[in-house]
């Protein structure tokens, strides 16, 4: 399956010429001409990694940014920046910016760029640590202290979403939406419940790192 994008940018010309581009190269392309437009198809789609223009008509790419990351989007983020833009690198990266690239850039490194960036990204996703779990998304397994703990499909599912996410809350909506992907049993809620209790269960001495956040949902701290 070929990496999904979101390319964003409010120049038509470079939006629709780039995203021909990416998409030869193997990508499969969603543009967005503005930073709304840009949220409304990330609460659709997931995607691998996402390309935003600095400066967009409604919002700032960095506020789009912060947006996407606060919707546990946690893919490779690269900022566009045009040669006169005041491009403040720092908050850039503190916003969850992965990389930057000034316009119009050669299209060759852009996607040498992408394509490392989420190879790295693949290749943390591959082995993920929280305090005393590890969960390894290739053999389908959680560990604590080096010991498997035997996770039914959906238990290592909640867990590597809290990992993901690991010291923000996540809401037991957004847990039941990502888990079930529009199709929840009958009572979600219940259901959710029942996977937190059999999850601590099996954490054993990492029981303590699954944390619920009252009024809000679960948080995986390390």
């Known amino acids: 399956m070929n990496p999904s994008l979101l ?3 409010d120049d038509p010309n470079l939006l629709r010429a780039l995203g021909r581009i990416l998409s030869k190269a193997g990508f499969e392309v969603t543009t967005a001409d503005g930073g709304e437009k840009a949220l409304q198809q990330a609460r659709r789609t ?47 990266f503190e916003a969850g910016a992965t990389d930057y690239v000034v316009k119009p850039g050669e299209p060759k490194e ?3 760029r992408i394509r490392a960036h989420l190879r790295h990204h693949s290749a943390a996703q591959a082995q993920r640590c929280v305090g005393k779990i590890t969960i390894h ?7 604590v202290d080096g010991k498997s703990v035997g996770l039914t499909a959906t238990e290592l599912q909640v867990l590597s979403l809290l990992a993901r996410c690991a010291g923000r809350a996540v ?15 009958s009572d979600p809620a219940g259901t959710l419940e029942v996977h937190i209790v059999n999850l601590r269960r099996k954490l054993g001495s990492a029981a ?14 390390g």
Request: hydrophobic letters at 50%.
């Open 7 to 9: 390319l964003v940018d």
């Open 46 to 92: 997931r995607f691998d990694a996402a390309i935003l223009d600095w400066a967009l008509p409604d919002r700032t790419g960095l506020e789009v940014l912060r947006e996407l990351r606060a919707m546990h989007f946690d893919g490779p983020a690269i900022m566009l920046t045009g040669e006169r833009d005041t491009c403040d690198k720092v908050a850039a």
């Open 110 to 112: 852009l996607i040498a």
């Open 137 to 143: 998304a290739a053999n389908a397994d959680a560990l």
């Open 171 to 185: 809401s037991r909506a957004e847990l039941v939406e990502q888990i079930w992907e529009g199709a929840p049993p």
């Open 208 to 221: 303590d790192q699954l944390e619920t956040v009252r009024g809000l949902g679960f948080r995986l701290r």
